[in-house]
């Protein structure tokens, strides 16, 4: 633009909502006030040019300059926002003095075991063998719901073998350097892997740490042996077998069941003739297209069959079964479920239609309560049903201020929370077992042999 050309000044321009009454002459470039400035037009029209003046070296005075904006005005908003919680991974074993964590239960083998002889004693399973019963349920948390569950089962294993006291140099092993973890574990594997171990885990998977890949057994066992905690893979292809699941079945059995010795003390003759006991195996880590889980020991049903007791790391015990395994058996009243109650009912009539201990339920908010204090003697809508093992309260059946309220809990949906049978287990054609024969650690030279992955195929 020529410096000669006329320049059309508007009057009025304002940035506020258009308004009846007149407001303060600014400039169009810069919105300086000329009525506070006191400006001429000559003066305007001067202030319009040096905008315009690009080649020419003249400055404007500092009394046409823009005010500076303070820089203050410039610097973002700070907002005090709640920062994220961190995805927890905290590894807890029993030995632990902290309490658990919301996704950890233990004391859940023990509860188990009360609630099998239960159902022994209504008929409903023949024998059933448990693992060792510090054993613990550890479930996917947030984070790692999708793809956390070989991850979990592994935890649960460490749980256990840094517990037991066949191998207590199994705990020193699997604390150091760094203790077990979901993230944890995938710094283990892949420090395994610069040492040489699974070459073909470490080509399919390629980077592990922070990511969500999914790991089976496989990465399992390369973690325990370099770590030299001994391990095993065992493999079942139940298409290249005539008996099918029942081959896969009989390993577990005889995994779990005790040996049959003639020559054995009192307590072991005692302990063999249980109808429910524990035993001191470590857990079995269950592997199958799609999902792994934690054996914990197999129950024989009443019409002979065979089903798996499992921990599910994507199926966390109901909150009143959790409180009951933490509290402890003791503090656990057995009811009966509303079908056996209508079946007592029928084989145990009274006068008046009733069964003599058990008064059926008279709402349906009645049979999904959970939780139930024992209030009187008098109380006829449950069954204490005590065990010789169980300590007997000093207070009665009553619960005095202060004490732990009783959780009501029936025996069989305990069981059938952990119940896997054969006929969900025939759906697949392939598992792989991982288990620990709890020898002696192996040693730098053993660990070598073991690099590559090798399983025993069975069946």
Not at 182 to 205: C, P, T
Not at 290 to 318: A, C, M, W
Not at 381 to 386: A, G, K, R, S
Request: some cysteine; proline content about 7%; glycine content about 6%.
């Amino acid at each position: 633009m020529d410096l000669d050309d006329e320049i059309e000044i508007i009057g009025e321009r304002s940035s506020r909502p258009f308004c009846a009454q007149a407001g303060p002459t600014l400039c169009q470039l810069c919105d300086m006030n000329f009525d506070s400035e006191n400006l001429s037009e000559l003066q305007r029209q001067q202030h319009y040019e040096t905008h315009f003046s690009f080649s020419s070296s003249k400055q404007p005075s500092n009394k046409f300059k823009k005010p500076a904006i303070p820089k203050d005005l410039f610097k973002p908003c700070s907002f005090q926002l709640p920062l994220r919680k961190k995805p927890a991974d905290e590894f807890w074993y029993p030995t632990l003095s902290r309490p658990p964590p919301d996704n950890c239960c233990p004391g859940l083998i023990p509860l188990l075991k009360h609630a099998l002889k239960k159902c022994h004693t209504k008929g409903n399973t023949r024998r059933a063998v448990l693992c060792y019963e510090s054993a613990t349920h550890i479930c996917v948390e947030a984070f790692d719901r999708r793809w956390g569950c070989g991850y979990r089962n592994f935890l649960m294993a460490c749980a256990a073998l840094m517990d037991q006291q066949i191998q207590t140099i199994y705990f020193a092993l699997l604390d150091d350097p760094f203790p077990p973890g979901v993230r944890n574990l995938q710094r283990w594997i892949e420090a395994a892997w610069k040492e040489g171990y699974d070459h073909e885990g470490a080509k399919d998977l390629r980077n592990l740490v922070d990511t969500n890949k999914w790991i089976g057994t496989a990465e399992l066992y390369t973690a325990f042996t370099f770590r030299g905690v001994p391990s095993q893979l065992v493999d079942f292809d139940l298409s290249k077998s005539e008996k099918g699941i029942q081959v896969m079945i009989d390993w577990i059995v005889r995994y779990f069941s005790p040996p049959n010795s003639k020559q054995g003390t009192v307590t072991d003759v005692l302990r063999g003739a249980s109808p429910v006991i524990a035993t001191d195996k470590m857990p079995l880590v269950l592997q199958f297209n799609g999902h792994s889980q934690t054996i914990i020991g197999y129950e024989i049903s009443k019409n002979g069959d065979t089903n798996l007791l499992v921990f599910d790391p994507s199926r966390p015990p109901r909150l009143s079964m959790r409180r009951a395994a933490i509290a402890g058996p003791s503090s656990v009243v057995w009811e009966q479920s509303r079908t056996n109650q209508v079946l007592q009912s029928v084989v145990h009539p009274t006068s008046n239609g009733r069964s003599s201990k058990l008064k059926r339920p008279s709402s349906s908010s009645d049979i999904q309560q959970h939780k139930r204090s024992k209030s009187s003697e008098s109380d006829n809508d449950i069954i204490i049903v005590e065990d010789s093992d169980t300590p007997r309260n000093d207070q009665g059946s009553g619960i005095s201020p202060g004490q732990t309220q009783l959780l009501t809990l029936d025996p069989s949906n305990v069981v059938n929370h952990f119940r896997l049978g054969t006929r969900k287990l025939q759906r697949k054609q392939n598992y792989q077992i991982l288990y620990f024969p709890m020898t002696d650690p192996w040693s730098i030279e053993e660990r070598n042999k073991r690099k590559v992955v090798t399983s025993i195929s069975c069946g």
